[in-house]
T-cell receptor, first 114, second 113 residues
C-alpha cells in the first residue's frame, strides 16, 4: 500500500506521560502536515514541513508539542507531559509540493489520556 | 480563527435519494476540497476545486466552487449505503496561508435502506 501510514493507530496513556507518534508520507510527497481532530469537529491544522524544514506552526501547538522530520521522509510528533485535553485523533497528511493543493490523509492515531 | 460553516449538520435520507450539502465562509478561499471520513479512519479526498465557478464531477459526486469564492456545494446522486459517513469541506485561504487546510465541522449522512 502506498498511502500515508501512521503508527500506532491507538494509544492510551496516563496523564503526565510522554507519547510519540510516527507518520510515513506517500513516498514522492515532500510536504507533510499534522492535524488534530476532536470528537464532532473537523481537523485542525497543527504544523507542516517542506522536506525537513518545519515552515509553519499553529498556536494550538503548545511548547509541550514538538514535531520533527529529520531526513525529509517520515515525521514524528511528540507530546510531553500529556494532559486529558490532549485526547484526540492526530492525523498526518502529505502532498506533492509545488502547486499541488491536494492533501492525502493517513488513518490517524487515536490518543486517550486517562 | 477562520471557520467554514457546513450545512446541514446531519442528514437522514432513504437509499436512492439525492443529497446536497454546502459550505460557506465569510472570506474568500483559493481552493476548495471535499473529504469523506468513516469512523476511526482518516479523511479521504473526494473532489478538489481550483477556481471560482468550477463544476467538477467524480462518479455520482458533483461539487462546485462558488463564484464569490466564499462557498462550495457537494451533491451526491442516487445515494447507496456506502455513502454513509461524515463529509467535510476544506479550503485554502490566502489569509491563513497557502498550505494549511481550514475544515468545516462536517455533515453526517445517514441512509435508511
Amino acid at each position: 500500500d502506498t498511502g500515508v501510514s501512521q503508527d500506532p493507530r491507538h494509544k492510551i496513556t496516563k496523564r503526565g506521560q510522554n507519547v510519540t507518534f510516527r507518520c510515513d508520507p506517500i513516498s514522492e510527497h515532500n510536504r507533510l502536515y499534522w492535524y488534530r481532530q476532536t470528537l464532532g469537529q473537523g481537523p485542525e491544522f497543527l504544523t507542516y514541513f517542506q522536506n525537513e524544514a518545519q515552515l509553519e506552526k499553529s498556536r494550538l501547538l503548545s511548547d509541550r508539542f514538538s514535531a520533527e522530520r529529520p531526513k525529509g521522509s517520515f515525521s514524528t510528533l511528540e507530546i510531553q507531559r500529556t494532559e486529558q485535553g490532549d485526547s484526540a485523533m492526530y492525523l498526518c497528511a502529505s502532498s506533492l509540493g509545488g502547486t499541488a493543493v491536494e492533501q492525502f490523509f493517513g488513518p490517524g492515531t487515536r490518543l486517550t489520556v486517562l | 480563527g477562520q471557520q467554514l460553516n457546513q450545512s446541514p449538520q446531519s442528514m437522514f435520507i432513504q437509499e436512492g435519494e439525492d443529497v446536497s450539502m454546502n459550505c460557506t465562509s465569510s472570506s474568500i478561499f483559493n481552493t476548495w476540497l471535499w473529504y469523506k471520513q468513516d469512523p476511526g479512519e482518516g479523511p479521504v479526498l473526494l473532489i478538489a476545486l481550483y477556481k471560482a465557478g468550477e463544476l467538477t464531477s467524480n462518479g455520482r459526486l458533483t461539487a462546485q466552487f462558488g463564484i464569490t469564492r466564499k462557498d462550495s456545494f457537494l451533491n451526491i446522486s442516487a445515494s447507496i449505503p456506502s455513502d454513509v459517513g461524515i463529509y467535510f469541506c476544506a479550503g485554502q485561504s490566502p489569509i491563513q496561508g497557502a498550505q494549511k487546510l481550514v475544515f468545516g465541522q462536517g455533515t453526517r449522512l445517514t441512509i435508511n435502506p
